[in-house]
T-cell receptor
Framework: GDSVTQMEGPVTLSEEAFLTINCTYT??????LFWYVQYPGEGLQLLLK?????DKGSNKGFEATYRKETTSFHLEKGSVQVSDSAVYFC????????????FGSGTRLSIRP | DAGVTQSPTHLIKTRGQQVTLRCSPK?????VSWYQQALGQGPQFIFQ???????QRGNFPDRFSGHQFPNYSSELNVNALLLGDSALYLC???????????????FGDGTRLSIL
């Protein structure tokens, strides 16, 4: 069945460092791909999404490109801030906005001032 | 415009008891999905309700059941609670009238359920 595998954490970086969190997926066809973020004590917020191959999703300085050939959707940010400390989840959904979402196990990111 | 609201925020139960969690979807949304997030894990899909019926179900036992009301709000019921049911339970809502993924699912802040 469909699945998502993402880089295990925790990841600790200094402020202004470059961030990459790896994510690969297994699915037939062309699922939609997402990155969600979860701040302490809160639910999930959609960070960015891509719906077809070669699409680039971006938001708040974060970017991820849908790579069909490598089945990947790596999250990147050029200069992280302390406020980016959170847990990041890579996810996929097959058909529409109402379809179930399959999540990776999450990567905890901590940014040192 | 209120987003997805869940109640209660925290709950403590003992093994064998039953629990009911509640969710009110975002205004304009008619579809509700429930997810279980164990500590340190990603959310796992439990089931989805639309038009007051269960439309999709994940790999969860029959102890997990739900309901959707005419106003689109939903309940998640868990019977015969086990220690392993301790988790954050998330509700997400979406609109069947919005095709495609331009309008993603919106998540509530969850209910933290602890089983003693």
């Amino acid at each position: 069945g469909d699945s998502v595998t993402q880089m295990e954490g925790p990841v600790t970086l200094s402020e202004e460092a470059f961030l990459t969190i790896n994510c690969t997926y297994t699915a037939t066809g062309y699922p939609s791909l997402f990155w969600y973020v979860q701040y302490p004590g809160e639910g999930l917020q959609l960070l960015l999404k891509a719906t077809k191959a070669d699409d680039k999703g971006s938001n708040k300085g974060f970017e991820a490109t849908y790579r069909k050939e490598t089945t990947s959707f790596h999250l990147e940010k050029g200069s992280v801030q302390v406020s980016d400390s959170a847990v990041y989840f890579c996810a996929l959904s097959r058909y529409s906005s109402a379809s179930k979402i399959i999540f990776g196990s999450g990567t905890r990111l901590s940014i040192r001032p | 415009d209120a987003g997805v609201t869940q109640s209660p925020t925290h709950l403590i139960k003992t093994r064998g008891q039953q629990v009911t969690l509640r969710c009110s979807p975002k205004s304009g949304h008619d579809t509700v999905s429930w997810y279980q997030q164990a500590l340190g894990q990603g959310p796992q899909f439990i089931f989805q309700y639309y038009e007051e019926e269960e439309r999709q179900r994940g790999n969860f036992p029959d102890r997990f059941s739900g309901h959707q009301f005419p106003n689109y709000s939903s309940e998640l019921n868990v019977n015969a609670l086990l220690l392993g049911d301790s988790a954050l339970y998330l509700c997400a809502s979406s609109s069947s009238r919005m095709r495609g993924v331009r309008q993603p699912q919106h998540f509530g802040d969850g209910t933290r359920l602890s089983i003693l």
